[in-house]
């Protein structure tokens, strides 16, 4: 799916979050959202899942405006991850799974073989076949993570949002969760705080600050020492490590920040 | 410089089924079992029947119970004899007292027992608060209020009756309610802490007017029924309970997938699908409905909406779907015993039932917070 944005701001409460944001996400890639703490990551996210309607501007799937569609109509093409997104209950990992299902369920009829086969093919994608029936709050953090995204999977969706899905998660299952979206092929636009992972999975990246979109493009386009130092305020660079992965380097805080 | 990025398309067989283009899945699709069976909680099936079964003879064994022994034979000609069945027709004052006291008293307990029971595991879902009860968010208290303005001060007593004084009282009461949490966070505490102040409020202006208004034989009958008490039951009654009841448990099971999709907050299920506001208002309507109902014909009753969704959680799970039919079930049951207990436990005393729910509820509600470690 080709998610596209147009002149998009958004504000709250008389604060412009979001300001004239313009993107192109083109179908099947693995777009990566960074930009500091309070640049509007999650409120973009927010209007492109159709969650918020933008101030101005307009949000399209594949060319069709999003304005006025229910929330159904989106949930058929747009699967939503929010940030460490948690619940004090019992449901197993199969029912949070098969809550994915929920866009295609009539009010009044149970899971059909389709949602079934749906529901365990998402969970065999996100290795949690054998956690089925564990409940959700004996779940690690990363398992809790991958339920979500086999959830975000069972909608069947053409686009992928995530919002920061690799906070509170060990390495080891930041890079599992990385790999997993990047076999996708669906689009995916993943917001991301740790410039290395984004570096490294994402087909491109956009670079926000203070609400504005400053720079679209290949990881090593965007990530260039400059901004960096102007966005990050660190002294840092990206590089091919040994194995020809990009990776940052980081030598410390930039000397003249932009603070 | 050659830059490699993760490898693509690894588990792509996994994903024919979760692509879009693959939604209507090609052919005879061979089901895999689900991956859950009912594993560790009991056949629905099973419980089903067993709890229908446990229902027809609670209300039966109940109407039994009372001051004058009745047995089921005769219970049997009672019924038999309403039906134009061709039995012996039973003395008069006998035949009254199951017809006209004791069957509608027990229906009712069994109605507003379900209707109280699902509107607890309905406003935990919505509010994400395992706490979260009609009794305790204070909106029985707001019923009770709009049944007293209507019965002592008459307002509205033409217009509205004490059924809809009771349905103002309650949308006021939950108005209130959102209104003081519509600023930060919907931790339990907070909202239980709030939906106490707003029941405070509530009881704190029932108390005036019975006081500035009421004389001692009237403050006395109002303040035994506000505790809840079945004692006032008639076909009438009877009837609206159960109306309310069929349509508010009808209501929420067609919202059962939205319920589950709350687990996860407001933006998750806006995501699945589900028109958060417009879900959550119908949902409250109808809890505050169901409530007011319940308050008119019994007195508010707490904990029921408490005690009996968690316990229901623990046997079937907590998937709405299935959660809420035996919510409704084990719920009216409850009520059905707490009720003959009220009669017979201090014969020929009769105890208000909402004394016995809340020495049940009290220690339910400690244990879930010590659960949560907020006490």
Same mark, same amino acid.
């Given at each position: ?259 | ?155 509205? %007593?033409? @217009? $509205? +009756? !004490?059924?809809?004084? &009771?349905?103002?009282?309650? =949308? #006021?009461?939950?108005?209130? *309610? ?90 998750? %299920?806006? @995501? $699945? +699908? !589900?028109?958060?506001? &417009?879900?959550?208002?119908? =949902? #409250?309507?109808?809890?505050? *409905? ?86």
């Amino acid at each position: 799916m080709r998610i596209t944005v147009e002149n998009l701001s958004w504000s709250a409460r008389g604060t412009t979050v979001v300001r004239d944001v313009h993107a192109e996400i083109l179908p099947g890639e693995t777009v990566g959202l960074i930009g500091p703490n309070g640049s509007g990551k999650s409120s973009l996210l927010r209007c492109v899942a159709g969650l918020r309607a933008p101030t101005t501007g307009t949000v399209r799937y594949d060319g069709e405006d999003i304005r006025g569609w229910d929330a159904r109509r989106v949930a058929r093409r747009i699967a939503f991850v929010e940030q460490s997104a948690d619940a004090d209950s019992d449901l197993r990992v199969a029912d949070v799974v098969a809550l994915g299902r929920t866009p295609f369920r009539g009010r009044w009829r149970g899971p059909d073989a389709t949602d079934r086969a749906v529901v365990d093919a998402a969970l065999r994608h996100a290795g949690l076949t054998a956690l089925a029936t564990r409940t959700w709050r004996s779940l690690s953090g990363g398992e809790r993570q991958r339920a979500h995204l086999a959830r975000a999977l069972a909608q069947q969706p053409w686009g992928i949002l995530l919002d920061e899905p690799t906070n509170h998660l060990d390495i080891k299952h930041q890079l599992a969760l990385m790999e997993l979206l990047a076999a996708t092929d669906q689009t995916v636009l993943v917001s991301l705080h740790d410039l290395s992972l984004a570096a490294r999975y994402c087909d491109r990246l956009l670079l926000m600050c203070d609400g504005t979109l400053v720079a679209t493009g290949a990881p090593e386009d965007v990530l260039t020492p400059g901004r960096l130092r102007d966005v990050f305020g660190i002294d840092a660079a990206l590089a091919p490590d040994p194995a020809g992965h990009l990776a940052l380097t980081c030598r410390g805080v930039a000397a003249a920040g932009p603070d | 410089m050659p830059v490699s990025r993760a490898p693509a398309g690894s588990g792509r067989d996994l994903l024919g089924v979760l692509h879009p283009s693959a939604r209507a899945l090609p052919g005879p699709q061979p089901v895999t079992p689900p991956p859950v069976a009912t594993g560790g909680r009991l056949s629905r099936t099973a419980l089903g029947l067993l709890g229908t079964a446990a229902l027809l003879l609670s209300v039966a064994a109940s109407v039994r119970i009372g001051s004058a022994d009745v047995g089921y034979g005769e219970l049997g000609r009672a019924l038999g004899g309403r039906l134009g069945l061709a039995v012996e027709p039973l003395p008069p004052l006998l035949d009254s007292l199951i017809w006209d006291l004791r069957l509608p008293r027990v229906l009712l307990a069994a109605l507003v027992g379900a209707a109280l029971a699902v509107c607890g595991a309905v406003l935990q879902a919505v509010t994400r608060n395992a706490l979260a009860e009609p009794y305790l968010l204070g909106v029985s208290s707001g019923a009770s209020t709009g049944a007293v303005v209507v019965v002592v001060l008459g307002i509205g %007593a033409g @217009s $509205l +009756g !004490v059924t809809g004084g &009771a349905f103002t009282g309650a =949308l #006021l009461s939950f108005g209130l *309610l959102l209104i003081l949490l519509r600023r930060g966070g919907l931790d339990s505490l907070r909202i239980v802490l709030t939906g106490v102040i707003v029941g405070e409020f509530f009881a704190a202006v029932t108390a005036l007017i019975l006081m500035a208004s009421g004389d001692a034989d009237t403050t006395r009958a109002i303040t035994h029924w506000l505790l809840g008490s079945m004692a006032s039951a008639r076909w009438d009654v009877v009837v609206i309970g159960a109306v309310t009841t069929v349509v508010g448990l009808a209501v929420t099971w067609a919202c059962a997938g939205a319920l589950d999709g709350f687990a996860f907050g407001a933006d998750t %299920a806006a @995501s $699945l +699908g !589900v028109g958060v506001r &417009a879900t959550r208002a119908t =949902l #409250l309507v109808v809890t505050a *409905l169901m409530t007011s109902v319940a308050v008119a014909s019994v007195g508010a009753i707490g904990f029921v909406g408490l005690i009996v969704p968690h316990g229901v959680r623990f046997l079937v799970g907590p998937t709405h779907r299935v959660l809420l039919p035996f919510t409704a079930l084990a719920g009216a049951v409850f009520l059905v015993w707490a009720d003959a207990l009220a009669r017979i436990a201090f014969t020929p005393r009769e105890v208000p039932v909402g004394v016995f729910t809340a020495l049940l509820g009290v220690p339910l509600f400690l244990l879930i917070l010590r659960k949560r470690g907020e006490l």
